[in-house]
């Protein structure tokens, strides 16, 4: 009995290690070897700065770095809320009949393969200055991964579950949202997290080719007056708001479909 | 109560045509339990479907209590080999999709359903999901799915096969147990001899491409039936192994197998 409930709660333990435990492990021993390489080799914090010179530079204008962090965070949500619903929307006009989808998916696909980085000036003679743009940007990034995860998602309702559909001469609108739908939902989690990722990407890419405001024109500002740490602070910032609204994500996903991960394993 | 008049139905293919079923005529009685056996590939599940309704004969007619049937009736339901349960609705849930699909009212077939899951024994499960639930489980969740609309015709494909062999056993003898209870007219597709001899009235054995109709054989044992302890153990066994012989028979080596009448058939269980 005893001896049962000690390997229950060892491998509780061992599960919650490898969640949460793991990457923080790696995470520490990856500051570690950065921290002993710049001391170690004593590289000056111009060429690449040590943890403790980028914590420094934080402390020297916390509020400013914040404030501009919020910036782009909003960039980036405000481009990513509207490329979701709108994403899912299209995908969901596009995939209610097959004509439609074969008529317009070679044009997305062609669409898709722009590089959307390339715009981002352009978007500056059209729009001009502030959060616009950068807004655009996003979106147009974001929009894509959407669209196609949530088409392929919907496209892809088992045999099985047509012929039940059909068997019960169900109307088409209530396959589409009692079975169809639901099924697609876990890859349109995919797309959204594609999403999530691109966003920040979108949102530091538009700020650097018109900064004004935001993370991005931190690191454009600071790599002109020379300030390596301040960059790299920035730089820190942005990997830190990624990974946050990665795992947000990831954590609406598993509260909202606990059945997706244990058909897909 | 089912009708099917000179039924054929061949399917247009890229490589031609395939004659699935060929002038098939049959009489199902109200209630009665028809089991159909034949090889791999013999038309099992076209008939099937054509009784549903899913697919339309190229010759003759099928009639359900009097009317011809053109499309899927929600007084026939229909189980497949796969128990195909929505992997985000509860136990619960999934057998009431007929009802929220049909448009009716969920609250006034709550009941039913628990009843149902009562009676395969899921009570404690009918809150679950899917995936938290056996194979054997969730073929049990599929059977009160198809009966929650109190159907008049049960029509069922295989639906033990991809179950192990004790599991089925139990199932077979659940169905059994509801089918006295509550009289849906049946047809039960099975590779098993097994399984047709216990449960139903007469088995309809098909021959293969394309398919027709080989031999009704009438299994008149009373019920309850059981696999293990039968009390007709020689009239089990002789039905077992006329099955057998029809099932293994290939046309031309008939005077073969009628050459030597004393042989027991393989895998004979009684
Ligand atoms: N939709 C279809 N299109 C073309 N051919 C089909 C189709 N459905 C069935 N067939 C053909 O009809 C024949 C009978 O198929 P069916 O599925 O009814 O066999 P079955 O007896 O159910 O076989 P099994 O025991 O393997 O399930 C097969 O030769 C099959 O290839
Ligand atoms: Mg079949």
Redesign the pocket.
Known sequence: MSVSSDTRSISVIRARFSAAGLPTLGAASALLAWWTATTVFNVSSFFLPSPADIMTAFRKQPEYLLRESWVTMTETLIGFGIAAASGLLIAMVLTASSVIQRATLPLLVALNSIPKVAIAPLLVVWMGFGQGPKITLVLLICFFPVVVSTMSGLTSTPADFGELARSLSASWWRVYFKVRLPWALPQIFVGLKVAISLAVIGAVVAEISNPDRGLGSVIVLSGQSFDTPLAFTALVLLALMSVMLFYVICAVERLLLPWARAISA | MIKIVGVS?T???RKGS????RNVDLDIGDGEFVAVI????????????LVAGL?SPTAGEVLIGGTPVGKPRRDVSMMF?QPALLPWRSVLDNVLLPIEMFGWRRSRHAERARHLLDMVGLTDFQSRLPHELSGGMQQRVALCRALIQQPRVLLM??PFSALDALTREELAGELQRIHTDLKATTIF?T?SIQEAVLLADRVVV?SA?P?RIRKIIDVAIPRPRSFSRSTHLAEVSSIVADLHELLLDIEDNRDALAAAPGRAPAGLRS
């Open positions: 139905r399917f247009q293919t395939v004659e699935a079923l034949g090889r791999s590939g013999c038309g099992k599940s076209t008939l099937l479907r697919i080999q494909d295989e597709v590779h098909l491409r398919g």
